[in-house]
């Protein structure tokens, strides 16, 4: 039997297991899918839930070799554990997607790392180029076809929310709950240039208030009929209905909030607050309580890197927070050093990444010398 069929018929666990047993010929026995889904797991392992470092995750993958891949989120692991690594300016720890892509981009060709993370210039030219004039224009009647594929690759909203402004509908009261309707039509406003006009056909919300907000909106409402209703809260479609249901988080009105803030601008007298009192003991006795001085805090050794007087001052800061980060390595690899050989936890690894930051400035320094 042919070895490609046998390992298509392998559950996808144990094509997990036997990558390393394979070589270059991953491309051979791996579907398009299994790719795929190798990619995803190890963007899960390494907490991404963005589209973007999901879809490099998946290029790394497809173009370096999965076993390239899981190598790279074995050593990403080893660093983690030993506490993580800078990032080139010292400042903060990188995520652990950032230092998988660290890793990676460190021990890819020159010529993928073009391809996977092309320098800043081509990405923004890359960026531009994707909204020229050439594109085919947005017709609402095609949208269907245009979202089918978009909805296989979804992206995740972490927060949203409404704010409705106008006059409720009928009230329906139930216990520790008002509910209303309200429905909007946009008219003809202003959108940036290519965003789609809105529908002609109104949009219904329906809308869920706690009752004890509404008491204070409905009194508000009553006393003033051209005062209108401010919810503020979450959104949901909701299949048995036409519209979106609302969820309250806040009900006021314009009116009340405009009294509100009236009121937060007025500015209470201070000539009637009573005087602090004076330490009287302190200053019979002549001592005087002064706060104390805060600790000196040691600061780190100066860094006086070697920068080429050619480098433009984009290269200059680039080589400038690597030599900062390459003393810091070095200073961590002095203090595992000195502990018992039995102790000297994550040697090897910090060694290693010192490494590659002397070979980034080396490159840098060499081109630029």
Not at 34 to 54: F, N, S, T
Not at 67 to 94: I, P, S, Y
Not at 105 to 116: P, V
Not at 182 to 206: D, I, K, N, Q
Request: proline fraction near 7%; charge should be positive; charged fraction near 30%.
């Amino acid at each position: 039997m042919d070895r490609r069929l046998r390992t298509a018929n392998y559950p996808f666990a144990c094509k997990c297991g036997i990558l390393r047993h394979i070589g270059k010929r991953w491309k051979e026995l791996l579907s398009n899918e299994d790719v795929r889904q190798i990619a995803a797991k190890i963007a899960d392992q390494l907490g991404e839930k963005q589209h973007g470092p999901r879809k490099l995750v998946r290029e790394v993958v497809e173009r370096c070799g999965v076993a390239f891949a899981q190598e790279v989120l074995k050593d990403t692991e080893e660093v983690m554990a030993l506490g993580g690594m800078l990032t080139a300016a010292a400042d903060r720890l990188r995520t652990k997607g950032g230092v998988f892509f660290y890793l990676a981009r460190g021990r890819m060709s020159d010529e993928i790392r073009q391809i996977i993370f092309p320098p800043r210039m081509i990405r923004n030219r890359q960026q531009a180029s994707s909204f020229a004039a050439g594109e085919p224009e947005f017709h609402w009647a095609d949208r269907l076809n245009i979202l089918r594929p978009l909805l296989d690759e979804q992206g995740e909203a972490s927060t949203v929310k409404i704010t409705l402004i106008g006059r409720p509908g009928k009230i329906e009261i139930r216990k520790d709950l008002v509910i209303t309707t309200m429905s909007h039509s946009a008219g003809a406003p202003t959108f940036p240039r290519g965003v789609p006009a809105l529908p002609e056909t109104p949009t219904v919300y329906t809308v869920y208030i706690a009752a004890k907000q509404w008491k204070r909106v409905e009194s508000a409402l009553q006393e003033d009929p051209g005062d209108v209703m401010i919810v503020e809260g979450m959104c949901a479609y909701d299949a048995e209905l036409p519209g979106i249901a609302v969820y309250a988080t806040r009900a006021t009105t314009k009116f009340t909030e405009a009294a509100r803030r009236d009121g937060d601008n007025g500015t209470a007298s201070t000539d009637d607050k009573p005087a602090p009192k004076a330490n009287t003991k302190a200053v019979k006795s002549g001592k005087v309580n002064t706060p104390p001085k805060a600790a000196k805090k040691n600061s780190p050794p100066a860094v006086k890197p070697s920068i080429p007087e050619s480098a433009p001052e984009n290269i200059a800061r680039k080589l400038r927070e690597l030599h900062a980060a390459a003393e810091l390595y070095r200073q961590k690899i002095a203090t595992i050093e000195a502990k018992p050989s039995g102790q000297q936890f994550g040697l090897e690894m910090t060694q290693k990444l010192l490494k590659n930051v002397e070979e980034e400035i080396s490159t840098l320094q060499a081109q630029y010398a």
